[in-house]
């Protein structure tokens, strides 16, 4: 099974000597390329200036693949004006040697080959890949996104292709490859998110008893962290979902017995009002186009002309990457003594998020803060019922007077949390997310497509509309085939026709890089389909 096979780049010398044996098994023996000897082992002519990857099934070497910048290539004695028959391009690498065992002649096999040797020469500063394929490999090579160009080479008995791939092609088709072929595609979904080793490591540790010191020592770390990520007081952290962590919100308010008000422009605020509804409060929803900025001026004058006691809305709402005023909300219910609550939970760990002033806010582990899904938090400026009416499960005071443990957790979603924490620039990745973004951003633009709410957009969060000939699910199930999980399936994307690209989790620089242009592939062949 190919699972089982390792690829690296050659460096010992018994590897070279058996990528010796393996040119002569493969251009001598089975391609009559090479006169045979009777040592039955040959050396490239430019062995010394080629770096090999290799692939290992167990000691045995199965498949290898060369590459090497220097000048001449063995293409520039064969094609008079190489360059001139190559599209512009920085440095070129000379890609030979694409040798496999029979058996292991898989499109996997080819595939993480040409794979670790990319990724060295792409750090060498490559941009090109050129090779010469012998003809009955030539399907193999332009799957893996080789052009041909230029007349056959070689002589009658091994006659070759010459062929060119930018390198940046070449991860976005590989990494399509692999996904077809059983690898795992990356996660850009609003969660579950793309996860750090790490934190991975982290979670499958043995696990803690919850009345063991050792998790009392943990759950404070992770509280300290959280509050100094957010400028909050206190957290509690319950095991759940957002949707139980804005529930606790609601019973909180319940509690107090005081009117309120709900602001909501896009699915998650028009949540958070049905929590309202079904907590029975005494509130109005205030609301603005799905897109828009939240109606502040609605919202001042309400609380000029009303007994109001508290402001809920959403920081960053999910469903169009807007990014809700939440200083400018701050302000306002200062300016009225009025207490605001966020749905905050895909704001933390987005960008940099201030809860300082904030009366209560939910969050969530499985989002930006890049762990796994089933830890809830609830932030609070320590402002609690304690009359023993809700829920026990919901009272976030019983939670307080127990150091955050009153009640069974899990050591391993908390340990998973602290790595993601304690593992993070968060600076750094706050940086990282913005640049990627208007990256992301003028590559869709560019590429045609239509994004929702730029007027005040969070930055990881892009929200598209797609053709109405084309079905967003679809389309989103078309991209997990080529090796990229976006969002499509929610219901309130589905009646949009909307499709959404989430950088919450961890992802690769150059598979973003052609995620536009790789969407657009997918959006054209599906109108395609359906003149």
């Known amino acids: 099974m190919t699972e089982s096979l390792v690829y690296k780049l050659a460096s010992t010398s018994e590897e070279f000597e058996a990528i010796h044996r393996l040119n002569y098994q493969s251009f001598v023996e089975e391609i009559p390329q090479h006169a045979a000897n009777p040592e039955k082992r040959l050396v490239d002519r430019f062995h010394g200036e080629n770096t090999y990857a290799i692939c290992l099934d167990g000691e045995h070497l199965v498949g290898m693949i060369a590459g090497r910048c220097q000048r001449p290539f063995s293409l520039d004695q064969k094609i008079e004006n190489l360059d001139q028959h190559l599209p512009p391009h920085r440095k070129v690498v000379e890609v030979r040697l694409l040798a496999v065992a029979p058996k292991h002649r898989k499109q996997a096999v080819f595939t993480r080959l040409a794979g670790v040797l990319a990724r060295h020469f792409r750090a060498a500063g490559c941009d090109l890949a050129i090779i010469s394929g012998t003809l009955r490999q030539v399907p193999l090579y332009a799957h893996l996104g080789f052009e041909p160009f230029g007349q056959p080479v070689g002589s009658s008995d091994a006659p070759y292709q010459p062929m060119c791939m930018t390198l940046q092609r070449f991860k976005s088709q590989a990494h399509a490859l692999l996904v077809q072929a059983g ?16 934190v991975t490591s982290a979670l499958h540790a043995p696990a803690l008893y919850h009345r063991d010191p050792g998790f009392d020592v943990l759950m404070k770390r992770v509280r300290d962290k959280l509050c100094e990520l957010t400028q909050a007081s206190h957290v509690v952290l319950m095991s759940g979902s957002g949707t139980l962590a804005n529930d606790a919100v609601a019973a909180q308010l319940a509690a107090g017995n005081a009117s309120g008000i709900v602001l909501s422009n896009g699915e998650f605020g028009e949540r958070l009002a049905d929590h309202a509804r079904r907590w029975r409060l005494n509130f109005r929803a205030v609301g603005s186009p799905w897109g828009s900025p939240l109606d502040l001026a609605s919202l001042e004058e309400h609380l000029s002309h009303g007994d109001i006691g508290w402001v809920w809305a959403v920081a960053c709402e999910t469903s169009t990457g807007t990014h809700n005023a939440t200083e400018a909300l701050k302000r306002v219910c200062h300016s009225h003594k009025v207490d605001l609550c966020l749905d905050a939970v895909s704001a933390v760990g987005m960008q940099p998020c201030d809860l300082s002033g904030v009366r209560m806010a939910s969050a969530v582990s499985g ?155 997918q959006l054209k062949r599906a109108m395609a389909m359906e003149v």
């Open 183 to 198: 690898g795992k595609p990356v996660s850009l979904l609003p969660g579950p998110v793309e996860i750090a080793s790490g």
């Open 367 to 521: 989002k930006a803060l890049g762990a796994y899904s089933g830890l809830a938090m609830i932030f609070h400026d320590g402002r609690l019922d304690r009359g023993g009416r809700l829920p026990r499960y919901l009272d976030l005071a019983s939670y307080e007077d127990s150091a955050g443990v009153p009640f069974t957790q899990s050591s391993n979603l908390l340990a998973a949390l602290d790595a993601a924490l304690q593992g993070t620039d968060w600076p750094m990745r706050w940086r990282r997310i913005q640049q990627a973004d208007a990256a992301l951003h003028e590559g869709l633009q560019d590429a045609g497509f239509q994004i929702v709410g730029t007027r005040a957009r969070m930055p990881g969060i892009v929200t598209l509309a797609i053709p109405t000939e084309v079905n967003s699910r679809l389309l989103a199930k078309s991209m997990a085939r080529h090796g990229y999980l976006l969002a499509g399936h929610s219901s309130y994307l589905q009646t949009r026709n909307w499709l959404q690209i989430c950088l919450m989790g961890q992802w690769q620089d150059d598979l973003l890089e052609v995620l536009p242009k790789q969407l657009a592939r």
